[in-house]
């Protein structure tokens, strides 16, 4: 097949797909809506209220964690976590969910995966987007790296799509796939390093804790906030590989299951 061919073939696929992402996306908006925009609304607020929650909380009863303020500790924590869990419990279900929509001949297992992560990442970045007002009003200090805080929240959403990708691929082809999920959401709030930082373990478990992604991203977000108030522990390049490792094993995954739903398909 002709070079040109192939470039055209690709382009023509590559928009048929888009799309597809984008009715996909248009129909979620309409389920979430219930089309008067109440349930949409909600969406996007329900990770901001439970982010909220905690940092009122934290305030009212200690003002400080150590040396930092303790809302902008509370929000660098409670965000990374609420960021991966958000896209692994709204992404588990989606295929059993829409699973009518795959007798269309275009429309494909990784679309509804993708259209449905698109939405939790805006979801969860309304959350992330509280540092503005807090920041505004005095409770917490201007980043002191912003890159740090802006790339740790890139590499926050990246791993939450990896793993709903997982979880979401689990579900459809484990028996007791839900329960797995479940599991691995409830793990997440503990090895995400939102209630402590790597620095208050004693040193020798230190390299264990640091073993999970997300604790990395947490060290570097409190790192761009608080500088050198903070001794950060964190690797760039750990924490990018191991979101690469868990995409291409997320990617397999939904080959996997698109492979047996097309099998049930031909049965």
Same mark, same amino acid.
């Given at each position: 097949m002709p070079e040109t061919t192939q470039q055209t073939t690709f382009s023509r696929a590559f928009q048929i797909q888009m799309r597809v992402v984008s009715a996909l996306l248009r129909r979620e908006l309409i389920a979430l809506s219930g089309k008067k925009g109440i349930g949409f609304l909600l969406m996007l607020v329900e990770p901001l209220i439970f982010v909220s929650a905690i940092c009122v909380f934290f305030y009212l009863t200690r003002r400080t964690v150590g040396n930092v303020p303790v809302v902008a500790f509370a929000m660098s924590g409670y965000c990374v976590?609420?960021?991966?869990?958000?896209? !692994?419990?709204?992404?588990?279900?989606?295929?059993?969910?829409?699973?009518?929509? /795959? $007798?269309?001949r275009y429309v494909k297992i990784f679309d509804l995966m993708l259209g449905r992560s698109i939405l939790q990442i805006c979801s969860?970045?309304?959350?992330?987007?509280?540092?503005?007002?807090?920041? $505004?009003?005095?409770? =917490?200090d201007f980043p002191v790296k912003p890159y740090l805080v802006v790339f740790s929240w890139l590499? =926050? /959403?990246?791993? *939450?799509?990896? /793993? *709903?990708?997982?979880?979401?691929?689990?579900? *459809?082809?484990?028996?007791?796939?839900?329960?797995i999920c479940i599991v691995i959401m409830v793990l997440h709030i503990w090895i995400t390093g939102a209630f402590m930082m790597v +620095?208050? @373990?004693?040193?020798?478990y230190r390299g264990y804790?640091?073993?999970?992604?997300? =604790?990395?991203?947490? +060290?570097?977000m409190r790192d761009g906030l608080f500088g050198n108030r903070v001794t950060a522990h964190y690797s760039v390049l750990y924490m990018v590989c191991a979101n !690469?490792?868990?995409?291409?094993? *997320? @990617? =397999?995954?939904?080959?996997? /299951?698109?492979?047996r739903g097309a099998m049930d398909d031909s049965d």
């Open positions: 976590m609420w960021g991966c869990r958000f896209q !692994m419990m709204k992404m588990m279900n989606v295929v059993a969910a829409n699973r009518s929509l /795959l $007798y269309h969860t970045s309304i959350s992330f987007l509280m540092f503005a007002p807090i920041i $505004y009003i005095g409770l =917490v590499a =926050v /959403l990246w791993y *939450g799509w990896s /793993l *709903g990708l997982i979880t979401s691929s689990i579900y *459809g082809l484990v028996k007791m796939g839900e329960k +620095e208050w @373990l004693p040193p020798d804790y640091l073993l999970f992604p997300m =604790v990395h991203a947490t +060290e570097m !690469m490792v868990l995409t291409y094993l *997320g @990617l =397999v995954l939904v080959r996997k /299951l698109s492979q």
